[in-house]
């Protein structure tokens, strides 16, 4: 059983930036793959970013946010960061991290097991 608490959301103007971080109890979180997934007001759940479970493993991000959002972990400190730069209005939502059935990672939220509550993040234009 792993259990995922995120916090750093908040408000911010166009262009800025906020960092998420998601803490994981158990000593299991390096064998997990972790994702951050967003939904906005009306809309789908849709897939934000992964990383496979060793510190500087693989990466994938969506199209929407390559270039702007970075998907890190410290297996050490047992959580998952998502760095996200010049945010603008569609970025809008409220953000989970997710851990994953194993340790590669998984683009797609029937790959992830455990989920956390979410974080809002709201990009004022």
């Known amino acids: 059983q792993v259990q995922l608490v995120e916090s750093g959301g908040g408000l911010v103007q166009a262009g800025g930036s906020l960092r998420l971080s998601c803490a994981a109890s158990?000593?299991?979180?390096?064998?997990?793959?972790m994702g951050w997934f967003r939904q906005a007001p009306g809309k789908e759940r849709e897939f934000v970013a992964t990383?496979?479970?060793?510190?500087?493993?693989?990466?994938s991000y969506a199209d929407s946010v390559k270039g702007r959002f970075t998907i890190s972990r410290d297996n050490a400190k047992n959580t998952v960061y998502l760095g996200m730069n010049s945010l603008n209005a569609e970025d809008t939502a409220v953000y989970y991290c997710?851990?994953?059935?194993?340790?590669?990672?998984?683009?797609?939220?029937?790959?992830?097991?455990?989920w956390g509550q979410g974080t809002q993040v709201t990009v004022s234009s």
């Open positions: 990383i496979s479970s060793w510190n500087g493993g693989r990466t």
């Open positions: 158990g000593r299991t979180f390096s064998r997990y793959g």
């Open positions: 997710a851990a994953g059935r194993g340790g590669y990672y998984y683009t797609t939220d029937d790959e992830y097991d455990y």
